[in-house]
Structures are given as structure tokens and as C-alpha cells.
């Protein structure tokens, strides 16, 4: 199935993750705070920040035209309200080696860290954090808009919400799980998210309105045995997406980053009870990933097909891909995720603007540390060696051919 010929074929970073040595966010702290549910620190992690041009040049070699990456919010403001020029000019030498190898970059504004002085007010249980958030946006586009194509304002305030406040795996949800029920904090931040994501919207827009803009959402498939209209009311799943879906009235796209599939429980009838989705229950004998959830290449085409159906938005597959140390796993996983994609463009007239592979590189992943292995490209933690893996050619394959099987 061709293509336009705009079409956006990428792998995806997040700052933190691959950057390495970001002492001023909270992950640093949280790294290495007593007692913190950390497998270990991240480090000098890939190295990315020294490294990107190699980075961005072996992107391009594998036929990819399309690089999403983080700006490191902690690095722009280390102290309130004081801005790193260095730091900015640093970003701005990403965009350009972009530029200089056909690459269309696709920016995160904050990828689940924050500066450590916005986590030491609470987070976003600071309804503060959204008018700083949309300030530091504005920042960034006056400073670098001209280089700007695509900015994602949040990476997946969803996620941040159930598992970072409700289950205490961020810093900020972490500190407030001492004192704070899991619940309240996760219903406190949402519209405080809410809130950053479309003034962070208008804050990029006045500056640099050329600037597309979409907010990114952890969105995977349900399995759900009754009607989708009795899936929607299920307190679950607005948790996890409906009230953060609504949000992106006004947006210009909408990043769907899906995995694989959980269950929302039936609902109980009791309006309290979270279901089945603030987790990932493996259904009984169904193939697992390192992340032991299970293994369902499926998953971004259908939740492709709800957020069309939901949204009416241009969509685009900002995440996606399979936590796995055999890269053949990697390729089957590939080949179905795009096969399901293909499926809900021919089907259902989704209409789909860009597919970025999650992720470019091996890295830190959260509180699992160096553990899970999900890049198309494997680094040595000691030398920064970068080894490119068969999966990475496979993908790049239909990138070359600009088609979905
Ligand atoms: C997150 C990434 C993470 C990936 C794999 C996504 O939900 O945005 O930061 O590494 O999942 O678990």
C-alpha cells in the first residue's frame, strides 16, 4: 500500500532516556533517593546528548526521514524562571543536523520528567506546573520556532497520571504516595495536564505559528466484552483516555502510542473501582514481552481506529514497538503492527500522517533501568558503540518503499 510522499517514517527518543547525565530533573533525584522503586540510575545512559549527529546519521542511513526527540525541560530551566542559552543552542544544533540530512523532526516538549524545583512543589498536583509548562513552551518555540515543524507538548499525561500519581512511579507521585491516596492525586492532575497541554498549545502557536501541534496519548487496545458505547462509560477507561482525549479539540494530530492489549474490566457497578486497566493483566497463556505484558502487534491499529473514529484527527503513530532482547521477535512485531496500520488506513479511512518506531536506540527505560531492550540500534553502555540490528534494515525497508504491507 503507497504512501504519500510526505508520509513521516521515524524512531522516537525521550530526552531523559537517552540523553544521559540530567542531574537537574527529578528522575536524577528519584534515581537516587532512598527506598525509590528504581532498578538502577540512568546514568550517562546513551550518551545521545554528545552523540545525536551520529544518531540522526544512522537514522537517515536506515531510509528514515522523520526523528522524534525530547527537550529536556530541566536542562532549558534548571532554577525557576532561569533559562540555560546553552541549552537551547544546544537543541537548536539537533534541529539543524536534521535539517542538514533530510530529517523532519518531531519535538517532545516533556517526556514523564520535569525540573526537579517544579517536582519539589508537588508536580502537577501544583496547578502552577501548567502556567510554567506553557511559559517554557513559549520559550522554545520564540527561541528555535523557525526550525520547528512538529511539537508534541506532553508524552502521554495519561500515563503520568494512573501510574506516575496514582501508583507512585514518577518522583512528584511518589513523594505524594506518603501522604496522598493514589486516586485523589491521579482525578488532582488531570486537569491541571489538561490545562498545560492547550495553553502550551497557544503559547507555541503565538510564537511560531507554522508550528503543527498534538498532544502524545498511551493509548492501547482494549479487550472488552460488550459494546464500545458501554466501553466508553467504563471508569477505567475514561481514566485512562477519555478525559485526556478530549483535549485534543484543536489540535492539528493526535500521537497514538500503543503496545499491546489490556482488559477493561466489566464495569462493577461501583464508580470507585479503577477495573482492569491500571495495569497490564496478561490474559491466561498469551505470549509476554520484557515487560511482561503481552506480545500483540495488533494493538496500534486498533487503537488507531478508535482515536479516528473518536477524533476525527490526523493521526499519527508516535510510539510503537516491543520490549525484546531477540531481534527476530522485534521484526515480527514490525511487520504485524504495520500490517494492522495498513488494515485501519484501507478499512476505516484513517487518516494517518507518520509512523515512529519506538525506539531508535536501547535505552533507560523508567524503573526498569537497562533492562528491556526496545531499539532498532544497540549501544554499549561502556564504549557508546552503536551496533545497527537486522530489525532496523527491515523497517527501514518500507520506509524506502514508502509503503504499509
Ligand atoms: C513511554 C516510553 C517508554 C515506552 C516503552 C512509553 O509509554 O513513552 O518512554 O520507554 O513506553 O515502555
Same mark, same amino acid.
Given at each position: 500500500?503507497?504512501?504519500?510522499?510526505?508520509?513521516?517514517?521515524?524512531?522516537?527518543?525521550?530526552?531523559?532516556?537517552?540523553?544521559?547525565?540530567?542531574?537537574?530533573?527529578?528522575?536524577?533525584?528519584?534515581?537516587?533517593?532512598?527506598?525509590?522503586?528504581?532498578?538502577?540510575?540512568?546514568?550517562?545512559?546513551?550518551?545521545?546528548?554528545?552523540?545525536?549527529?551520529?544518531?540522526?546519521?544512522?537514522?537517515?542511513?536506515?531510509?528514515?526521514?522523520?526523528?522524534?526527540?525530547?527537550?529536556?525541560?530541566?536542562?532549558?530551566?534548571?532554577?525557576?524562571?532561569?533559562?540555560?542559552?546553552?541549552?537551547?543552542?544546544?537543541?537548536?544544533?539537533?534541529?539543524?543536523?536534521?535539517?542538514?540530512?533530510?530529517?523532519?523532526?518531531?519535538?517532545?516538549?516533556?517526556?514523564?520528567?520535569?525540573?526537579?524545583?517544579?517536582?519539589?512543589?508537588?508536580g502537577f498536583l501544583w496547578p502552577e506546573a501548567a502556567d510554567r509548562f506553557a511559559a517554557y513552551c513559549g520559550l522554545v518555540a520564540t527561541e528555535l520556532g523557525d526550525k520547528l515543524r512538529y511539537v508534541m507538548t506532553i508524552n502521554q499525561?495519561?500515563?503520568?497520571?494512573?501510574?506516575?500519581?496514582?501508583?507512585?512511579?514518577?518522583?512528584?507521585?511518589?513523594?505524594?504516595?506518603?501522604?496522598?491516596?493514589?486516586?485523589?492525586?491521579?482525578?488532582?492532575?488531570?486537569?491541571?495536564?489538561?490545562?498545560?497541554?492547550?495553553?502550551?498549545?497557544?503559547?507555541?502557536?503565538?510564537?511560531?505559528?507554522?508550528?503543527?501541534?498534538?498532544?502524545?496519548?498511551?493509548?492501547?487496545?482494549?479487550i472488552f466484552d460488550g459494546p464500545e458505547d458501554e466501553l466508553r462509560k467504563h471508569k477505567a477507561v475514561t481514566d485512562w483516555e477519555g478525559n485526556y482525549l478530549e483535549c485534543t479539540q484543536g489540535d492539528d494530530w493526535v500521537g497514538v $502510542? +500503543?503496545?499491546?492489549?489490556?482488559?477493561? #474490566? *466489566?464495569?462493577?457497578? @461501583?464508580?470507585? &473501582?479503577?477495573? %482492569?486497566?491500571?495495569?497490564?493483566?496478561?490474559?491466561?497463556?498469551?505470549?509476554?514481552?520484557?515487560?511482561?505484558?503481552?506480545?500483540?502487534?495488533?494493538?496500534?491499529?486498533?487503537?488507531?481506529?478508535?482515536?479516528?473514529?473518536?477524533?476525527?484527527?490526523?493521526?499519527?503513530?508516535?510510539?510503537?514497538?516491543?520490549?525484546?532482547?531477540?531481534?527476530?521477535?522485534?521484526?515480527?512485531?514490525? $511487520? +504485524?503492527?504495520?500490517?494492522?496500520?495498513? #488494515? *485501519?488506513?484501507?478499512? @476505516?479511512?484513517? &487518516?494517518?500522517? %507518520?509512523?515512529?518506531?519506538?525506539?531508535?536506540?536501547?535505552?533507560?527505560?523508567?524503573?526498569?533501568?537497562?533492562?528491556?531492550?526496545?531499539?532498532?540500534?544497540?549501544?554499549?553502555?561502556?564504549?557508546?558503540?552503536?551496533?545497527?540490528?537486522?530489525?532496523?534494515?527491515?523497517?527501514?525497508?518500507?520506509?524506502?518503499?514508502?509503503?504499509?504491507?
Amino acid at each position: 500500500m503507497q504512501l504519500n510522499k510526505d508520509f513521516l517514517w521515524g524512531a522516537a527518543t525521550a530526552a531523559y532516556q537517552v540523553e544521559g547525565g540530567n542531574v537537574a530533573s527529578d528522575w536524577w533525584t528519584f534515581e537516587h533517593a532512598e527506598g525509590a522503586p528504581m532498578a538502577e540510575p540512568s546514568g550517562d545512559s546513551t550518551d545521545h546528548y554528545h552523540r545525536y549527529r551520529e544518531d540522526i546519521i544512522l537514522l537517515a542511513g536506515l531510509g528514515l526521514n522523520a526523528f522524534r526527540f525530547g527537550i529536556e525541560w530541566s536542562r532549558i530551566e534548571p532554577f525557576p524562571g532561569q533559562i540555560s542559552y546553552a541549552a537551547i543552542d544546544h537543541y537548536r544544533r539537533v534541529l539543524a543536523t536534521c535539517e542538514e540530512f533530510g530529517v523532519t523532526p518531531l519535538v517532545t516538549m516533556m517526556h514523564h520528567t520535569v525540573p526537579l524545583w517544579l517536582a519539589e512543589r508537588g508536580g502537577f498536583l501544583w496547578p502552577e506546573a501548567a502556567d510554567r509548562f506553557a511559559a517554557y513552551c513559549g520559550l522554545v518555540a520564540t527561541e528555535l520556532g523557525d526550525k520547528l515543524r512538529y511539537v508534541m507538548t506532553i508524552n502521554q499525561p495519561n500515563l503520568d497520571a494512573n501510574l506516575g500519581y496514582r501508583r507512585g512511579r514518577t518522583y512528584p507521585g511518589w513523594i505524594a504516595s506518603k501522604t496522598m491516596d493514589g486516586e485523589a492525586a491521579a482525578a488532582a492532575v488531570e486537569p491541571t495536564f489538561r490545562r498545560a497541554h492547550s495553553e502550551g498549545r497557544a503559547a507555541i502557536k503565538a510564537a511560531a505559528p507554522h508550528v503543527k501541534v498534538g498532544l502524545g496519548l498511551a493509548l492501547d487496545a482494549w479487550i472488552f466484552d460488550g459494546p464500545e458505547d458501554e466501553l466508553r462509560k467504563h471508569k477505567a477507561v475514561t481514566d485512562w483516555e477519555g478525559n485526556y482525549l478530549e483535549c485534543t479539540q484543536g489540535d492539528d494530530w493526535v500521537g497514538v $502510542q +500503543g503496545y499491546t492489549h489490556k482488559v477493561a #474490566a *466489566a464495569p462493577s457497578g @461501583d464508580p470507585n &473501582d479503577p477495573g %482492569g486497566a491500571h495495569g497490564h493483566p496478561a490474559p491466561e497463556g498469551e505470549r509476554l514481552t520484557q515487560m511482561k505484558y503481552p506480545f500483540y502487534p495488533a494493538a496500534i491499529g486498533e487503537a488507531a481506529r478508535r482515536v479516528h473514529r473518536l477524533t476525527g484527527l490526523p493521526i499519527m503513530i508516535t510510539e510503537n514497538g516491543v520490549g525484546s532482547d531477540d531481534d527476530t521477535e522485534r521484526v515480527e512485531y514490525i $511487520q +504485524g503492527a504495520l500490517e494492522s496500520l495498513g #488494515a *485501519a488506513v484501507r478499512e @476505516d479511512g484513517v &487518516d494517518l500522517r %507518520g509512523y515512529f518506531h519506538w525506539s531508535l536506540l536501547d535505552n533507560f527505560e523508567w524503573n526498569s533501568g537497562f533492562a528491556r531492550q526496545f531499539g532498532l540500534i544497540a549501544v554499549d553502555r561502556r564504549t557508546f558503540k552503536r551496533t545497527i540490528k537486522p530489525s532496523a534494515t527491515f523497517y527501514g525497508g518500507f520506509a524506502l518503499r514508502n509503503e504499509l504491507p
